[in-house]
């Protein structure tokens, strides 16, 4: 069995630091909005290998020039690209700083990729899969998409590039009829685990899923050789996750290459408070 890694941050810093539809239903830009820090950002979904080559170079800087990755990608991806084989499958999301005065673009500052039941089905599966057996969620598949590789630029953690993606997210599901989104929240391990295996032991409490969604993992992060007795706080992706009324479904995987535990998430439209719907979905009501 492969080691767990060494920790690289003390045990008391646990609580400080902490995842295709038809192209034709695509519309070009989604959204222009103003960010928490006052930047102007633009969402739009990838018309073009280059735009998704734009995205796989933030994934790159995110998960391997931050975090570490040791990627595996399929023969000629370029240098500094995060690419797999679900790329050409999904549809990307992008979110983007304001472009100068002479109209380009301005730079992809953050991205989800998208895997809808129909591309999922054509590809063989979904990149959870090769994570957990999701068995269980079989009657979820027709009106279920798999989110992943989510990541937002160092520099624009404000918030507001988060929030642009998500409202943008809600508009789509909404526009294809779909009712579930699935998912990998990735979880840091500089710290060995500790900071996973906590916040699962919390999460197991108080937002584990229906035992007839629950999922198990094929490398498990082996929590129980690990410290589960200190008080954490989830990463803030994850908190906002819970809060929109996502449910964890198992206890989470270790993916070695990324050097993260991986919690299993759902969330259902029928779940989202009210709030949120009338912010992401944009429904009335009080």
Same mark, same amino acid.
Request: charged share 25%; net charge neutral.
């Given at each position: ?9 003390? !045990? ?10 038809? $192209? ?11 960010? $928490?820090?006052?930047?102007?950002? #633009? #969402? ?9 080559r734009e995205a796989q170079r933030l994934r790159y800087a995110v998960f391997v020039d931050e975090m570490g990755a040791r990627l595996a990608p399929p023969?000629?991806?370029?240098? =500094? ?8 499958? +999904?549809?990307?999301? !992008?979110? @983007? ?12 500052? =953050? ?9 999922? @089905? @054509?590809?063989? =599966? ?7 057996? !999701? ?5 979820? $598949? ?8 989510? +990541? ?5 953690? /404000? ?15 909404? @526009? /294809? ?5 699935? =998912? +990998? ?12 295996? /906590? ?9 584990l899923a229906a035992i007839e969604w629950q999922v198990r993992p094929r490398l498990p992060l082996p929590v129980d050789e690990l410290r589960t007795a ?8 994850? $908190?906002?996750?819970?809060? +929109? ?8 995987a270790w993916d070695p290459d990324f050097n993260t535990a991986d919690l299993p998430l759902l969330m259902r439209i029928e779940d989202l408070p009210p ?10 009501? /009080?």
């Amino acid at each position: 069995m492969r080691e767990l890694p060494l920790p690289m941050l003390p !045990l008391q810093e646990l609580g400080t630091y902490g995842s295709r539809t038809p $192209r034709s239903l695509l519309r070009g830009p989604v959204a222009h909005l103003q960010g $928490r820090a006052t930047e102007r950002l #633009v #969402v739009a979904w990838a018309r073009d290998e280059a735009e998704v080559r734009e995205a796989q170079r933030l994934r790159y800087a995110v998960f391997v020039d931050e975090m570490g990755a040791r990627l595996a990608p399929p023969g000629g991806t370029p240098d =500094g690209h995060d690419a797999d084989l679900f790329d050409p499958y +999904c549809e990307h999301l !992008l979110v @983007r700083a304001a472009g100068d005065k002479h109209g380009e673009p301005g730079p992809v500052v =953050g991205t989800y990729r998208v895997l809808t039941p129909a591309a999922a @089905r @054509r590809v063989g =599966g979904l990149y959870s899969e090769t994570e957990f057996d !999701l068995t269980r969620l079989r009657p979820l $598949r027709d009106s279920m998409v798999e989110l992943g590789r989510s +990541c937002v630029h160092a520099d624009h953690r /404000n918030g507001g590039a988060i929030l642009a993606l998500w409202g943008a997210l809600g508009e789509f599901m909404t @526009r /294809n009829g779909l009712s579930a989104m699935v =998912g +990998c929240a990735s979880i840091g391990m500089r710290d060995g685990g500790h900071l996973a295996a /906590n916040l699962w032991e919390q999460l197991r409490h108080s937002h584990l899923a229906a035992i007839e969604w629950q999922v198990r993992p094929r490398l498990p992060l082996p929590v129980d050789e690990l410290r589960t007795a200190q008080p954490v706080e989830a990463p803030a992706l994850i $908190r906002g996750y819970l809060r +929109c009324g996502a449910k964890v479904l198992g206890p989470p995987a270790w993916d070695p290459d990324f050097n993260t535990a991986d919690l299993p998430l759902l969330m259902r439209i029928e779940d989202l408070p009210p709030k949120y719907r009338r912010h992401f979905l944009h429904e009335g009501g /009080n």
